[in-house]
């Protein structure tokens, strides 16, 4: 089996401006946040991002890195919506495209099976095929005669997510409940990448858990990277989740031009490892504020 | 303060009971509830009236019994794996009874999550359509508005996420065959479609609200029959189990204080 393991550096190297990048997770939930990091401190523009959006959305957008956001919702969980993400398509930054998050997911499984599209009843009669005017709807070549939305392949450039455990070959595990449609994301694109919490030698996968957390085979991957805390500050259970006093942060931050500045001074300017540092300081801090307020 | 009527029961808690009898007669079918009042909802029907209804635990699981808001996972009896893409076989199938919440709703029951005036330059961008276009031409499916105003039931929405009776039909076919928008619950009444053409109709008052009351707090013409009635008492056993078993703490009381 061939090695696969790359640096965050090595990742975004791989990348360029002008493509469509899907990303894994699910809200606010096991994001690839260190890859997205690492696409931040770069010099890559235009993206059309591909996501079942959360914070992922919402930092691209704000570093000006998204031409094009291709999602259902964009949403941190906890809190309903992510501020860069609105302020971005208030100010019509970027171009969207809005769809039921079911005709998402089956346009992801049509480019995995290299078809054009997949039928569904889901989009009919809504807003989704009114703001989308290129999607189309096909007739049912039988007997029902079913007129059905059309729900294009959504082909993607490159797609990373994140997982608990992987091999150095490319296999992949999750451990959490959910394993959401990453492994969609990596069949729907031509280069495939995952990050994650912990590279293991293959034997140990099993060690870690049962048969059907090793969901994405090497079949799926190209490139591997292992970045301890990599989905930080989205929730990455079993082994951390979400750091809802960060997320808070991130939030009353971005409300403000000078607190958003000084929030990417102090966490996002430098190294993946020193981000990790910064936010164990700050998880320091507000904690000793907390008890400081609970002892007066 | 919450305000009482005189028999004790809370404005909160007759929404609750409300949203319990979006899912009446429905067997085995798996309830997804947003917000508290459906989420009291779906587990007092299925303590009671609805024992077959399969209840979820909002992450990836699908749970045994009927666990109280806020239940920690170690005391979740779990039945069966329900990941996110599982879920949308369920959509698919049909099997499934859904309470949404809507940030606007109209006369002709379309709701809109996605975007506060023209998608096309949104004066507030929210949520997202999420799966509210799929849902409703899938499995019936309710909404729940805390807040009745002028600013959430609206002429027309801004932009239809969950698809209404009028566009429904304007669709054809393929989209009228499984839709069913059942009931709109708001922290005022309880409205359903059952007109002639398809169109919002009072279907009952919470008691300490009048129908004028609803009215003006509506932004379209209303059907109002002749006689309202009021949304019925829970029982004392429904009484006791949202009080005592599903929402010990009150959270019911956070949503609607009325």
């Given at each position: 089996?061939?090695?696969?393991?790359?640096?965050?550096?090595?990742f975004?190297?791989?990348?360029?401006?002008?493509?469509?990048?899907g990303?894994?997770?699910?809200?606010?939930?096991?994001?690839?946040m260190?890859?997205?990091?690492?696409?931040?401190?770069?010099?890559?523009?235009?993206?059309?991002?591909?996501?079942?959006?959360?914070?992922?959305?919402?930092?691209?957008?704000?570093?000006?890195?998204?031409?094009?956001?291709?999602?259902?919702?964009?949403?941190?969980?906890?809190?309903?919506?992510?501020p860069?993400?609105?302020?971005?398509?208030q100010?019509?930054?970027?171009?969207?495209?809005?769809?039921?998050?079911?005709?998402?997911?089956?346009?992801?499984?049509a480019a995995?099976?290299?078809?054009?599209?997949?039928?569904?009843?889901?989009?009919?009669?809504?807003?989704?095929?009114?703001?989308?005017?290129?999607l189309?709807?096909?007739?049912?070549?039988y007997?029902?005669?079913?007129?059905?939305?059309?729900?294009?392949?959504?082909h993607l450039?490159a797609?990373?997510?994140?997982?608990?455990?992987?091999?150095?070959?490319?296999?992949?595990?999750?451990?959490?409940?959910?394993?959401?449609?990453?492994?969609?994301?990596?069949g729907?694109a031509?280069?495939?990448?995952?990050?994650?919490e912990?590279?293991?030698?293959?034997?140990?996968?099993?060690?870690?858990?049962?048969?059907?957390?090793?969901?994405?085979?090497?079949?799926?991957?190209?490139?591997?990277?292992?970045?301890?805390?990599?989905?930080?500050?989205?929730?990455?259970?079993?082994?951390?989740?979400?750091d809802?006093?960060?997320?808070?942060?991130?939030?009353?931050?971005?409300?403000?031009?000078?607190?958003?500045?000084?929030?990417t001074?102090?966490?996002?300017a430098?190294?993946?490892?020193s981000?990790?540092?910064?936010?164990?300081?700050?998880?320091?801090?507000?904690?000793?504020?907390?008890?400081a307020?609970?002892?007066? | 303060?919450?305000?009482?009527t005189?028999?004790?029961?809370?404005?909160?808690?007759?929404?609750?009971?409300?949203?319990?009898?979006?899912?009446?007669?429905?067997?085995?079918?798996?309830?997804?509830?947003?917000?508290?009042?459906?989420?009291?909802?779906?587990?007092?029907?299925?303590?009671?009236?609805?024992?077959?209804?399969?209840?979820?635990?909002?992450?990836?699981?699908?749970?045994?019994?009927?666990?109280?808001?806020?239940?920690?996972?170690?005391?979740?009896?779990?039945?069966?794996?329900?990941?996110?893409?599982?879920?949308?076989?369920?959509?698919?199938?049909?099997?499934?009874?859904?309470?949404?919440?809507a940030?606007?709703?109209?006369?002709?029951?379309?709701?809109?999550?996605?975007?506060?005036?023209?998608?096309a330059?949104?004066?507030?961008?929210?949520?997202?359509?999420?799966?509210?276009?799929?849902?409703?031409?899938?499995?019936?499916?309710?909404?729940?508005?805390?807040?009745?105003?002028?600013?959430?039931?609206?002429?027309?929405?801004d932009?239809?996420?969950?698809?209404?009776?009028?566009?429904?039909?304007?669709?054809?076919?393929?989209?009228?065959?499984?839709?069913?928008?059942?009931?709109?619950?708001?922290?005022?009444?309880?409205?359903?479609?059952?007109?002639?053409?398809?169109?919002?109709?009072?279907?009952?008052?919470?008691?300490?609200?009048?129908?004028?009351?609803?009215?003006?707090?509506?932004?379209f013409?209303?059907?109002?029959?002749?006689?309202?009635?009021?949304?019925?008492?829970?029982?004392?056993?429904?009484?006791?189990l949202?009080?005592?078993?599903?929402?010990?703490?009150?959270?019911?009381?956070?949503?609607?204080?009325?």
């Amino acid at each position: 089996m061939g090695d696969k393991q790359m640096t965050l550096d090595e990742f975004v190297g791989e990348l360029s401006s002008g493509m469509t990048l899907g990303i894994g997770g699910w809200g606010s939930r096991r994001k690839p946040m260190a890859a997205v990091r690492a696409i931040l401190r770069s010099d890559l523009s235009d993206l059309t991002v591909v996501s079942y959006g959360g914070p992922d959305v919402g930092l691209l957008c704000a570093a000006g890195k998204v031409a094009k956001v291709v999602y259902g919702f964009v949403t941190l969980d906890s809190i309903p919506t992510d501020p860069h993400f609105k302020a971005a398509r208030q100010s019509g930054a970027v171009e969207a495209m809005e769809v039921d998050e079911g005709m998402f997911y089956l346009g992801l499984l049509a480019a995995s099976q290299r078809v054009p599209f997949l039928p569904t009843r889901s989009g009919l009669g809504s807003d989704v095929l009114t703001v989308n005017p290129s999607l189309r709807t096909v007739r049912s070549p039988y007997d029902d005669g079913e007129e059905l939305v059309a729900m294009p392949a959504l082909h993607l450039d490159a797609a990373v997510v994140h997982v608990n455990r992987a091999d150095a070959a490319g296999s992949g595990q999750i451990l959490g409940p959910d394993p959401f449609f990453d492994e969609l994301f990596l069949g729907a694109a031509d280069r495939r990448f995952v990050t994650t919490e912990k590279l293991v030698p293959t034997r140990q996968l099993a060690e870690e858990g049962p048969i059907q957390t090793m969901c994405i085979s090497r079949l799926l991957t190209d490139g591997v990277i292992e970045t301890p805390g990599g989905a930080h500050f989205t929730a990455c259970v079993p082994d951390y989740g979400r750091d809802e006093g960060f997320q808070r942060e991130y939030v009353a931050a971005a409300g403000d031009p000078d607190a958003w500045a000084a929030f990417t001074e102090r966490y996002l300017a430098a190294d993946e490892e020193s981000y990790q540092a910064a936010t164990r300081v700050a998880a320091d801090e507000r904690a000793a504020a907390r008890a400081a307020k609970e002892g007066a | 303060m919450t305000e009482t009527t005189d028999t004790g029961v809370t404005r909160a808690e007759y929404c609750a009971i409300a949203c319990a009898e979006v899912f009446r007669g429905d067997g085995e079918v798996m309830a997804s509830a947003f917000g508290t009042a459906p989420a009291l909802g779906a587990r007092l029907a299925r303590l009671t009236f609805a024992p077959d209804l399969v209840l979820t635990d909002g992450d990836a699981a699908l749970v045994d019994g009927a666990p109280p808001l806020g239940a920690r996972p170690d005391e979740l009896v779990f039945e069966s794996h329900m990941p996110y893409r599982r879920v949308f076989d369920v959509v698919w199938s049909g099997r499934r009874n859904l309470i949404m919440m809507a940030s606007q709703i109209d006369r002709t029951g379309n709701q809109n999550i996605s975007a506060i005036g023209p998608w096309a330059h949104p004066k507030a961008q929210l949520v997202g359509v999420r799966g509210a276009p799929g849902n409703t031409v899938n499995h019936s499916t309710s909404y729940w508005v805390p807040n009745h105003s002028t600013r959430s039931f609206v002429e027309q929405v801004d932009v239809v996420s969950g698809v209404g009776y009028a566009r429904a039909a304007a669709a054809g076919p393929s989209a009228e065959r499984f839709h069913e928008i059942r009931r709109v619950v708001s922290n005022l009444g309880v409205f359903d479609f059952a007109t002639p053409d398809k169109v919002m109709r009072l279907a009952s008052v919470h008691p300490g609200v009048s129908v004028d009351d609803v009215v003006a707090a509506t932004g379209f013409a209303l059907v109002v029959p002749d006689d309202v009635p009021q949304t019925r008492l829970p029982t004392p056993e429904e009484l006791d189990l949202l009080r005592n078993v599903l929402d010990p703490t009150s959270l019911r009381d956070r949503e609607v204080s009325a």
